[in-house]
T-cell receptor
Framework: GQNIDQPTEMTATEGAIVQINCTYQTSGFNGLFWYQQHAGEAPTFLSYNVLDGLEEKGRFSSFLSRSKGYSYLLLKELQMKDSASYLCAVSPMNYGGSQGNLIFGKGTKLSVKP | DADVTQTPRNRITKTGKRIMLECSQTKGHDRMYWYRQDPGLGLQLIYYSFDVKDINKGEISDGYSVSRQAQAKFSLSLESAIPNQTALYFC???????????FGSGTRLTVV
């Protein structure tokens, strides 16, 4: 089976750095995605990790450790517009290869305060 | 125009009614998905399709059916709507395993 855990809510201050963690247990693993979702809107793609290590994209970075079943999303220089939910999603595999779909965590609601 | 278009954006329907949610895409992607999102539960996969002749059940397919009319169109039906199907429904497309999803804007469905 698959299980994805991430904190329900986090609060941070404008200009600060915040790290959102995600742990997963899956029967097979093909890669991990992070999405941002503002309230009432569609999720939008932030990052994709398939190999261990850090991927950096501007203010956002994502890290993956496959052996530990662990990822984090790092947001730097927080802005008010970063207040949103952040979804961790795993691409699982089975005996035939990738299942071709994503399993989502329940999301972490980040509130950025002035 | 949006890459992935869902209609309607909002719908209120009565218990027992049949309702169809439609999704069309201009991305040219073969893979299409339907998810529902409930507060505190995250996104749950209902059905997905890798091409016109391929339909797969997701984790919560009971009470739903789908039709892949063309590469660009994937519709979700609730044959007899019930109140616990009240949720935000998202259609998504993908170009493959290493690519993320492109989501539609969502359909907010309320069953009364």
């Amino acid at each position: 089976g698959q299980n994805i855990d991430q904190p329900t809510e986090m609060t941070a201050t404008e200009g600060a750095i915040v790290q959102i963690n995600c742990t997963y247990q899956t029967s097979g693993f093909n890669g991990l995605f992070w999405y941002q979702q503002h309230a009432g809107e569609a999720p939008t793609f932030l990052s994709y990790n398939v190999l261990d290590g850090l991927e950096e994209k501007g203010r956002f970075s994502s890290f993956l450790s496959r052996s530990k079943g662990y990822s984090y999303l790092l947001l730097k220089e927080l802005q008010m517009k970063d207040s949103a939910s952040y979804l961790c999603a795993v691409s699982p595999m089975n005996y035939g290869g990738s299942q071709g779909n994503l399993i989502f965590g329940k999301g972490t609601k980040l509130s950025v305060k002035p | 125009d949006a890459d992935v278009t869902q209609t309607p954006r909002n719908r209120i329907t009565k218990t027992g009614k049949r309702i169809m949610l439609e999704c069309s895409q201009t991305k040219g992607h073969d893979r299409m998905y339907w998810y529902r999102q409930d507060p505190g539960l995250g996104l749950q996969l209902i059905y997905y399709s890798f091409d016109v002749k391929d339909i797969n059940k997701g984790e919560i397919s009971d009470g739903y059916s789908v039709s892949r009319q063309a590469q660009a169109k994937f519709s979700l039906s609730l044959e007899s709507a019930i109140p616990n199907q009240t949720a935000l429904y998202f259609c998504a497309t993908s170009d493959g395993d290493n690519y993320g999803y492109t989501f539609g804007s969502g359909t907010r469905l309320t069953v009364v």
